[in-house]
């Protein structure tokens, strides 16, 4: 494209800042995204976090380093105050060993390239040698006769369906093997479980991420294997039925630790005692260098506290930048502040999260029970759109903000961008800083200031 | 982010097939984007013409090749007809010499990233040396007395304006710097040109593209500086105002050769003598590999027919699919396109381009006299939206497809993807297969096959 092929107004989306469109709140969206978009801060703090920092599970050295790095960076920006506050976190270790080998029955050995799936238990030292019965889903199992799965590792194969435009809707319509299958298999006597990784993307890398285990049941060892390997796995087994596969997992459980949310404050100019949260978590599976799952999250969020101090434009309320901790495996951060929040006798008025990786906007989504909130939403979309965001979809959140919903009943709106590349690099060692770009980040970061101050100041 | 947050309305934008809604267009959207999801073959098509045949000026053989390509694409996909059409294309070559130094006055030298700009001529052998004056923009030219640029290299350092959501819009702000500084520093006696590279993205590359020189005038040299060089040489023109600059560029033009451009022809099944016209432009500048600008283009435009066979969605009208030669530096494939439809009495309808590069979908822009085309827009938007389009803006077409449309007074659509990152390596050795996304390369071939088959069976 060599050439100007459009007017000015089609390819701004129409946007021209005319005579009457200059009300108050056009003059700050349009301040916060100017400097957001020339001079924003969040990509370098960023860079900061993944590259000094790197990945941090809850309860690792590298999380306590990440508290660290969030409440300097607040103190940078300006924030009236940061609060480190004390929640206790389980700690999973991966340990050193992680690999498993198929034998294939006509004496051929493939190695295949395995991810523990987080809280997983670990399988004996010289691991678990067994023969593999692959399975579509959950319900697969119940068709298998008494004791077929005995002392088998369950494969469960289920590719994200790529017709869906939504990314996390294909992740939705299959991560349950993921979540599940352990404590679904365990029952039929399986004795580990290999999982498909929960991406679309074909290539090398497993991808991780949380399981359960049924309190009541027996645990077994959980590990996700890449797609190249999981059609491996696949062909390998229709050719020669019988292959083992020994799968060796040093993961364990250590005792719970202390860790920290770190939450910054910005007090409100007329309403301080009433309360707006924004945030991400800090946490991170230990892997990659949790970019975009979730250092993106709180990067905006810090930057869009940031952008509201510089450039005078503090609303009413008090705003709570909250970086979470232990989302990935527990949210125990989450139900803390909301504890907390309780306990102390706080009012909280709306809450905002950023968990969806750091591209290009798309869209809001809003949760209110009053449903004035969406007339609200409708008022302010076009500001919005100015910078990327066409929809506000009805439902929207975060696994964090979770909890203070449902304490206080309050709205949550969860930003929402492109996620077309999301899971090629969720949970695996690929999420790292280079997948980000910092126009993208800095937009996602306009736009949570952007909600903050229109939620911060509104009549309500 | 580790749950499903949001409930399937929110995540899909409210997408769900309901009974009311299963209307035959309703199927075949879903049928569209269902395959090229899911079975797309653009993205593989995509990485032979980047990495078999590699970038492909106008001209050069690597641009036979890619005819070559295009042809033998289109009659895997089943095309009724391959037409290659002769095109005249000029034939600028880059030459093996592209340097320059920075010489300061304290003795230091300092080798910058430079190419040439398209179409430019070159140094003597031995290079321009000279003083250089660094400018704002065409107009600072003005303010300079008699003399004073005489001899000098002008150096054009306006930066892409950061605060457009759209990049489009950056770049059309100051890329007269690069089309017209050469034309515009010769009557002041300017030796040579030196332009910041068109984007937004601070590294190494340097950007190369399109200038024209006034036919009355003066021919000198310009090239583009990388955005890290760009600011190296403006830092030190402040600490050393009379350093000089040597430049040497081996670019030249040779003889006009014949190429073509390639239409394969899907006929109507109703209506076989009116056209539709979908395409990009098979050319790129001589780096990289031509990837996004505009191989994906090409890739989505195969991939559109071939989906409407494949699918059994041929249009009442006839489609061309064409490859344009020679966008980039003459644009005479979309001019010999338009002539030989009149020569030959062709009826066209309706043509549509994706020259924007192959980032996830965002807009649709169209320009049409009839109005009634923008109430069938808004009809079909509610398609487009369940795939990532949003808003169909007022205005939008192509280099290529505009001398049909003057030609014609047919109404033109332009295929407007996520912007952020497409200047990153617009005409830049960045331009290469690595930067394209599978999914979001696919969405946009769906997209056009929608287009195509709305407008091909639409009843006006």
Same mark, same amino acid.
């Given at each position: 494209?060599? /050439? ?27 301040? #916060?995204?100017?400097? &957001? ?12 976090? %993944? ?19 969030? /409440?300097?960076?607040?103190? *940078? ?21 992680? *690999?498993?080998?198929?034998?294939? $029955? ?38 298998? *006769? *008494? ?19 939504? $990314? ?17 298999? +365990? ?7 290999? &999982? @498909? ?18 309190? /009541? ?17 696949? +062909? ?7 292959? /083992? ?5 040093? %993961?364990?459980? !250590? ?21 707006? $949260? ?23 969020? #810090? ?24 989302? !990935?495996?527990?949210? %125990? ?28 906007? @798309? ?15 409708? @008022? ?29 009943? #309050?709205? $949550? ?48």
């Amino acid at each position: 494209m060599k /050439k100007i092929l459009f007017t000015a107004s089609a390819l701004f989306g129409g946007f021209f800042l005319s005579a009457q469109t200059l009300d108050t709140d056009s003059i700050a969206t349009v301040r #916060i995204f100017n400097e &957001v978009l020339a001079k924003g801060e969040g990509y370098e703090n960023l860079r900061v976090l %993944c590259k000094s920092v790197g990945h941090r599970l809850s309860g690792s050295p590298q999380a306590a380093a990440a508290v660290e790095w969030g /409440k300097q960076a607040m103190v *940078k920006a300006g924030y009236d105050s940061v609060i480190l506050q004390p929640v206790k976190v389980p700690k999973w270790v991966r340990g050193n060993v992680e *690999k498993a080998t198929l034998h294939q $029955t006509n004496g051929e050995n493939l190695s295949l390239t395995v991810k523990a799936l987080g809280m997983s238990v670990g399988t004996p030292a010289l691991g678990i040698t067994a023969e593999v019965v692959e399975v579509y889903n959950l319900d697969t199992l119940k068709t298998f *006769k *008494k004791d077929a799965l005995k002392g088998k590792i369950v494969f469960f194969n289920r590719p994200m369906n790529p017709h869906h435009f939504s $990314t996390f809707m294909a992740y939705g319509g299959c991560v349950d093997q993921r979540g599940s299958g352990a404590a679904t298999a +365990a029952p039929f006597g399986a004795a580990a479980v290999l &999982v @498909r990784s929960m991406t679309l993307m074909h290539d090398d890398h497993a991808h991780t991420g949380s399981m359960r285990y049924d309190p /009541k049941g027996v645990n077994i060892p959980a590990a996700a294997l890449s797609l190249n390997d999981a059609d491996a796995l696949s +062909a390998a087994l229709k050719g020669f039925p019988n292959s /083992k596969v020994t799968l060796q997992l040093s %993961c364990h459980h !250590e005792d719970s630790v202390w860790s920290n949310n770190v939450i910054g404050v910005i007090r409100g100019r007329e309403k301080p005692e009433e309360i707006v $949260t924004v945030g991400g978590h800090l946490d991170s599976w230990d892997v990659g260098e949790g970019a975009h799952d979730d250092g993106a999250g709180c990067a905006q969020s #810090i930057e869009a506290g940031r952008l509201l101090i510089q450039l005078g434009l503090r609303p009413k309320r008090t705003v709570h930048v909250v970086l979470f901790m232990n989302e !990935e495996n527990g949210a %125990c951060g989450g139900v803390e502040y909301a504890r907390a929040a309780k306990r102390n006798g706080e009012k909280h008025f709306f809450a905002i999260e950023s968990d969806a990786g750091g591209f290009s906007p @798309r869209y809001w989504g809003v949760s209110a029970e009053d449903q004035t909130w969406y007339a609200l939403m409708n @008022r302010w979309k076009k500001y919005f759109a100015w910078y990327g965001i066409d929809q506000v979809l009805g439902s929207g959140g975060g696994v964090d903000i979770g909890p203070l919903r449902d304490a206080y009943k #309050i709205p $949550t709106a969860g930003y929402l961008p492109d996620s077309q590349r999301y899971f090629d690099v969720h949970h695996a060692d690929s999420d790292v800083f280079e997948s980000i770009h910092p126009r993208e980040l800095h937009l996602g970061a306009g736009h949570l200031a952007l909600m903050v101050y229109l939620v911060g100041n509104n009549q309500k």
